[in-house]
Structures are given as structure tokens and as C-alpha cells.
């Protein structure tokens, strides 16, 4: 610390080689280096394992020096700055992506290749980093690759937890959860920054202190925990900007509790330090019914708190007021789970800078927008008051305030229609008060956002009503999209080949809107011929991976069906496995002559059930059994084949949707907020099998409703049909296995 000074900024520059280099030689060394001294192996003796950290860690240096420059480039041009606020964020992988997003791929391929290496397969050596749950998380990795590519000066913020999502494994049929060791071997792609910590303060009482002859409130905290950043770097596409993801993780607090270390119980003192550590200890595995338990509020205000400090501490690096924050400033809430960050930006601008409560109250409507990424009550999340009150006594207080105002307003707006009024109160009263957080974002943002055009449409029609009749003009929608570099790129690089070879151009890479250039080629019969040999060999990669997890021997020639998502009733994976029960029922009981017309078929599945779910784990169970049952039939042979692909996560999906011909998309309609995955499909090539639904509905519209299979009711047909009740008839052979599976 201080070196800059003492050393001089002339002799730092002279000693630095700036910039690395990239040939095939300079990497090899590189390379060798890291395994010599970071990975401390003999360069003359290491493995598949330490090859891929040394050259993890060879990318890594390339990160930094543009992050570096970034961080620099962005504090000299002091941008608004926009501050995306997640609980989860499933990025995968980041070997492959990082080397091609810096655009280095191709020549550690070749360096490798000369010392022996093959550069996929060292891919292969890396875990995934699952700090998410699905849909939701996914959006949120891909959103950071797209802002990074698109220069935004763009900041993540979430949790470092220790153990991502549970790792599922199939015994017997029925998922086990077991707990996700990510970090245990290293994680090269995080930087540990020792000095940006924070103290993240909770519990204790609030008192009434004088202050200029008035007086206001203080919170005497009761606990304190410790936040440390984990900075992971985030390069873009063809540019040098390489933005940052800032996880926290909890530490024990440095203020040490001097009453247990004076009473010589020393030994307990420093057994509870440690237990502040389980704040970031593990993800939620819930991804949509709200659990009102402690931790979970803990984690979220953890977050908030050690993000917003951070951010405040930036604007205050170079403004000596609040005048300019919401000119410098967004915060995006991803869903509910960060929306105590309103009611800290009031705390902190209120009680810790001594702004007055109306200014405070300008700042924050200006400087938070809310994404809202389902239409199921059951998502949205509602603090018990009792748990808040415990916990963040001064934030209740606040959000009592901001709700006190909000229905003062309210009632010369709407006049006293008690039963709208109460509806629309951030508190809920009730057996149990509950404070409503999904109406803490809509009073407090200036857009609510939804994910899909429907999406918006059923917010704006139900869902949210009330809200959108009395602020029509905070209600707006972004249809989710997916990163075509990880979805193409990555994942399916032959593909990517071809579509550059084809388009002449790799411009597609960075906009996206350039594959509808292939239109022109449609009809080519060599693009066709070229298309078929880079899926057939996508799919005989999956086969050879399904054999491995699940033992059974797939034909690439069949159809590969696939269906892979986090498993939910909405999403009616236990109407595809009652097809498929239905599928084999008819070839049992056809001609043996007709067989032949049958298109041979493998069905895949895939997906995890929320520990907590009795109905989404028996129906994993009922896929298993199901298969058991059809695979092993000689007399339908490869005309159908079920497998259940265990653990699903980011990596799994690159390796089945580049080998899928169809993918199924059949929630009931009404029920997808938009869905993702469908695109990520329909980018290489694959059929979709999809109901008329959230963004379902927009994909029509691009491609066509003759390009796809239109699956199911629609929305205005869902209610008669609920009326009418079930008509499905299952055979009598499965009706048995079905009844006493479910
Ligand atoms: C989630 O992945 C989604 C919604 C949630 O509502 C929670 C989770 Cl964990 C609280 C998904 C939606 O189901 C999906 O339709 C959407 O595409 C995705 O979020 C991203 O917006």
C-alpha cells in the first residue's frame, strides 16, 4: 500500500510488460508459468486437472488487464452507472467463454495442442458455478455477457454463496440432494479483495436521539457481520470492456465482542464469529414459494446493504452531495428478493446523511426499476412483520413511513374505497402481518418491468390491477432474450462456423439480429446437407453422454425429444411422460408391419425438483419408472427410448440443446412469465413443441406458427377446461405404476 508513490509511476510502467501477448509461444510459457508457480506442479508433470487451472489462470491475467482498464476508463468518464441487483446467477462455465469472448480461443487451442492439451477437453476439468436456480438466474448471466458486449458500464451484485444449488442424484429413481462443493477445488475466476469490505449490521433497537433542537431515530445494531467482495471479472465480445460481478461472502466481524473475551470464555467467542459465516453459506433451492425464514431475509439484507454501501462510497468518490445520484445511479431489482434496498437507501440518506425525508423520498423514486419474473401468487414474497421487526427494527419503521405517505396519496387519488385501499397497502393485515414486497417495488420504483409482452399484459390485467389503473405509465416489458455467445458460440461452435461461413461475416456474434441474413440461404440444399452433419455429430456427443450417466444405448438416428427445465406442475412434465406412456402403448398394440412408419424417438428429460416439492419429486420418480419399464422392452426396441438426464445445470444444457431435433415448451398457458430456454433451442436449429405462452407467443410471431408445432389450449380456453376436469385416459398396464408413483 502506498508503493505507487514511493516506487514512482515512471519505474511501475517500465517494469510492467504491458500488454500480455498472445501468440502461441508467449501463451505457452504463460501457461507452463502457472503451472509451475501457481498450480506449484513440475512443468515436466501435471495433469488434465492442473493443465486446465494453469490455463484458467493464463486467462484469467488477460481478464484483469481489461478490467483494469475498464475500471479506470469508467472512474475517469464517471458514467451513470447501472446497478444490477440479484440473489442468483447461474454463469456455468467460464473457461470457453472468456477465451472467446477475448478472442484468444483459437490460439490456446494451438498452444495447447503442441504441449499436448486439448483445449475442450481441459474445459471439461471446470464446474459449474450454479448460484441460481433457473429461468430467473440464467437471465441474469446472460444479462451481464450482453451489458459487458454492449459497453455498458454495468456493475452485478449478489452473494458468493458456498454451496450453489444441490447437486441431484438418482437412487432408485427418486431424486437425493447433496450438498454442491464448487469452491472446494479453487475458483480461479474470482478475485478476493481483502480491503473492500463492509459491516452489514442487524437486530438491536432503534431510539429517539435530539438532534438541531429536534429529534430522530438510531439504530443501535445488536450483531454485525463482515462483507468481502469477490470480484468476478466479466469480459465482453470484441471489446475491451470486461465489467464486474461482486459477490459478497460473510466473515466474522473484526469488532470482536469484548464481554465473552473478558469473561474467559474465550473459546465460545470465537465459535460464534464463526457462525456469521452461514449468512452466505447456501442457496435457497425454492425458486419460487416464498418460505418466511430468517436466514433468507438475512441473506437479502446482507446483500443490499454491503452493495449499496459500496455504491455509495463510488458516487461519493467523486460528488460531495446527493444532488447528482439519480443522474449517476440505477439499481435494477432483480424480482422482489433485492427490495430491501429501498427502504435502506432511505435509512442510509435519512439517518446516516442527515438528508430531510422528502429528499431522501425524491432520490429513491428516481433511482430504482423492478423486474417481476412470474404470474403465480405463491412467488411473491410477503415478510412476515414479526421476522422484519426482529431483524431490521429501523427498516419496518421506514416501510410503516413510506406506507403511511403512499396510502395518504392513495386516498385523494382513489378516494376511501377500503377494500381497493387495503389491496394495495405495502402491509398486509391478517392472521399474519406481512409486509407485501412485490408493492414495496411497485410504489417505489419509476418501471416495473415485465419479461414477455403477455407476461406484461397479465400484470398489467391482474396481477398488479390496481397498480396499473392508478400508474400506467411505470408499466413496461423487455421480452427476455438469450446470449447468442453462450448459446451459439460456446456451446455449438460447429454451428457458429457454419452460420459465419454462411453469413460471411462474424458480426452476428455481437447483433444478434444478423442471423435473419440466413434467410436468404433457406433454401440451399449444401447449407441444409452441412446443418445435418454438425447436428449429427452434436447428437452422437449426447448419446455417448447419456450412455455414460444412465447406461442406456441411444440410436442417433432417432428423433431427440427433449424436455429440460426446473420440474413444476405448470410446466406438465407429467403430461409429456403421460404422452410417452401413451406413445408406447400404441406401438405395443400396432401391427408389426406398421411399426416401420414409426419415427424412432428418444425422449430426454431433465430438470430439478425443489427439495420441499412432493409432486415435482414423484414426478421424477414416475419419468424413472417409466423408463425402466420402456427401455427395457426388446419388442419396442429403438422406436422409443426414455432417459432422465440426471443433475441438469448450464453445462448439461450446452451439451443436449445443440443434440436436440425437438424441445418441449408446454406450460399451461397463462403460466410461463416468458421462458428462455425455448430460444436457446430455436438458435441451433431445433424444432420447438410449445403452448401459446409467454414468450411463445412472440417467437410465432418471428418465425412463423407453420415453423414450429402449436401445442395445447390457449389462455381464454384454460378456465372451461379447469371447469370440465380430467378426460385424459391413461392404459391399464401404466395406470397402476402411475397410481402408486403418485
Ligand atoms: C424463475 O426462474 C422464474 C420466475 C420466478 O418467479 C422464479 C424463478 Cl427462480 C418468482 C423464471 C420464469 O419462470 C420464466 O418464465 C422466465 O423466463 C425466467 O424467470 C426469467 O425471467
Redesign the pocket.
Known amino acids: 500500500r502506498g508503493g505507487e508513490t514511493r516506487v514512482g509511476v515512471e519505474r511501475m510502467f517500465g517494469l510492467m510488460d504491458r500488454f500480455l501477448k498472445s501468440d502461441p509461444s508467449s501463451l505457452q510459457k504463460d501457461i507452463l508459468d502457472h503451472v509451475e508457480y501457481t498450480v506449484a506442479r513440475s512443468r515436466f508433470s501435471f495433469d488434465d486437472f492442473e493443465a486446465y487451472q494453469a490455463l484458467a489462470h493464463s486467462v484469467r491475467d488477460r481478464l484483469i488487464e481489461r478490467w483494469h482498464d475498464t475500471q479506470l476508463h469508467f472512474k475517469k468518464k464517471d458514467p451513470k452507472r447501472i446497478y444490477f441487483l440479484s440473489m442468483?446467477f447461474l454463469m456455468g462455465r467460464s473457461l470457453s467463454n472468456s477465451a472467446i469472448n477475448l478472442g484468444i480461443r483459437d490460439q490456446y487451442a494451438d498452444a495447447l495442442k503442441e504441449l499436448g492439451f486439448e483445449f475442450e477437453v481441459l474445459a471439461e476439468q471446470e464446474g459449474d458455478a450454479a448460484l441460481g436456480?433457473?429461468?430467473?438466474?440464467r437471465?441474469s448471466a446472460c444479462q451481464m455477457d450482453s451489458l459487458a458486449t454492449m459497453d455498458y458500464p454495468a456493475w452485478g451484485y449478489g452473494l458468493r454463496y458456498q454451496y450453489g444449488l444441490f447437486r441431484q442424484v438418482i437412487l432408485d429413481g427418486y431424486q437425493h440432494e447433496q450438498p454442491d462443493y464448487w469452491l472446494n477445488f479453487g475458483n480461479p475466476w474470482e478475485i478476493e479483495r481483502v480491503h473492500v469490505t463492509y459491516p452489514v449490521k442487524f437486530y438491536g433497537t432503534v431510539e429517539d436521539e435530539n438532534f438541531n433542537g429536534g429529534k430522530r431515530k438510531v439504530w443501535l445494531p445488536g450483531e454485525t457481520v463482515e462483507a468481502v467482495a469477490y470480484d468476478n471479472p466479466i469480459p465482453g465480445h470484441g471489446t475491451r470492456n470486461t465489467i464486474t460481478l461482486r459477490l459478497w461472502a460473510a466473515k466474522p466481524s473484526d469488532q470482536i465482542d469484548m464481554e465473552s473475551y473478558n469473561t474467559g470464555d474465550y473459546i465460545n467467542a470465537v465459535v460464534n464469529r464463526q457462525r456469521a459465516e452461514t449468512i452466505s453459506s447456501v442457496l435457497f433451492p425454492d425458486?419460487?414459494s416464498y418460505q418466511g425464514k430468517e436466514l433468507r431475509l438475512k441473506q437479502q439484507y446482507f446483500f443490499v446493504s454491503a452493495s449499496l454501501q459500496d455504491i455509495i462510497r463510488r458516487f461519493k468518490d467523486s460528488h460531495s452531495n446527493f444532488d447528482d445520484f439519480p443522474e449517476k445511479v440505477a439499481l435494477q431489482l432483480n424480482?422482489t428478493h433485492p427490495s430491501l434496498a429501498i427502504a435502506e437507501v432511505m435509512r442510509v440518506l435519512v439517518d446516516e446523511e442527515h438528508l430531510g425525508w422528502n429528499r431522501a423520498w425524491d432520490i429513491v423514486c428516481k433511482i430504482f426499476s423492478f423486474t417481476t419474473?412470474?404470474v403465480?401468487p405463491e412467488?411473491l414474497e410477503k415478510v412476515p412483520v414479526d421476522l422484519l421487526e426482529s431483524l431490521l427494527p429501523r427498516h419496518l419503521q421506514i416501510i410503516y413511513d413510506i406506507n403511511f405517505d403512499y396510502i395518504e396519496e392513495l386516498k385523494k387519488r382513489i378516494g376511501l374505497d377500503y377494500d381497493r385501499l387495503s389491496r394495495m397497502s405495502i402491509v398486509e393485515d391478517g392472521a399474519i402481518k406481512s409486509i407485501r414486497m412485490a408493492n414495496l417495488a411497485i410504489v417505489c420504483s419509476h418501471t416495473v418491468n415485465g419479461?414477455s409482452r403477455v407476461h406484461s399484459e397479465l400484470l398489467k390485467t391482474r396481477v398488479f390491477k390496481d397498480f396499473y389503473e392508478l400508474w400506467p405509465h411505470k408499466f413496461d416489458y423487455k421480452t427476455?432474450g438469450v446470449t447468442q455467445r453462450r448459446w451459439i458460440v460456446v456451446s455449438n461452435p460447429s454451428l457458429s462456423a457454419l452460420i459465419s461461413k454462411w453469413l460471411g461475416t462474424e458480426a452476428w456474434i455481437r447483433d444478434v439480429d444478423l442471423l435473419a441474413g440466413l434467410q436468404e440461404q433457406a433454401a440451399n440444399a449444401d447449407l441444409h446437407e452441412e446443418w445435418r452433419m454438425v447436428r449429427k455429430v452434436n447428437k452422437m456427443r449426447l448419446a455417448e453422454y447419456i450412455e455414460a450417466m444412465s447406461g442406456v444405448k441411444v440410436s442417433v438416428s432417432a428423433m431427440f425429444d427433449v424436455q429440460i427445465k426446473?420440474i413444476h406442475e405448470y410446466k406438465r412434465q407429467l403430461l409429456n411422460i403421460l404422452g410417452i406412456v401413451h406413445r408406447y402403448d400404441c406401438i405395443k398394440n400396432m401391427e408389426k408391419s406398421d411399426r416401420t412408419k414409426v419415427v424412432p424417438r428418444v425422449c430426454i428429460i431433465g430438470g430439478k425438483a425443489a427439495p420441499g416439492y412432493e409432486i415435482a419429486r414423484k414426478i421424477i420418480k414416475l419419468c424413472n419408472a417409466v423408463a425402466e419399464k420402456i427401455n427395457n422392452d426388446p419388442d419396442v426396441g429403438d422406436l422409443l427410448k426414455l432417459v432422465f438426464i440426471p443433475d441438469y445445470n448450464v453445462s448439461v444444457a450446452e451439451l443436449v440443446i445443440p443434440g436436440a431435433d425437438l424441445s418441449q415448451h408446454i406450460s399451461t398457458a397463462g403460466h410461463?412469465?416468458?421462458?428462455?430456454g425455448s430460444m436457446k433451442f430455436l438458435m441451433n436449429g431445433c424444432l420447438l413443441l410449445a403452448t401459446e405462452d409467454?414468450?411463445t407467443v412472440e417467437i410465432i410471431e418471428e418465425i412463423g406458427k407453420d415453423n414450429m408445432f402449436l401445442f395445447g389450449a390457449k389462455m381464454h380456453e384454460v378456465p372451461a377446461l379447469r371447469e370440465k376436469g380430467p378426460t385424459l385416459k391413461v392404459p391399464l398396464q401404466f395406470a397402476r405404476v402411475v397410481r402408486y408413483v403418485m
Open positions: 442468483e436456480n433457473g429461468g430467473l438466474a437471465l425458486d419460487r424480482d419474473h412470474t403465480l412467488g419479461v427476455n426446473r410461463e412469465a416468458s421462458g428462455t409467454g414468450s
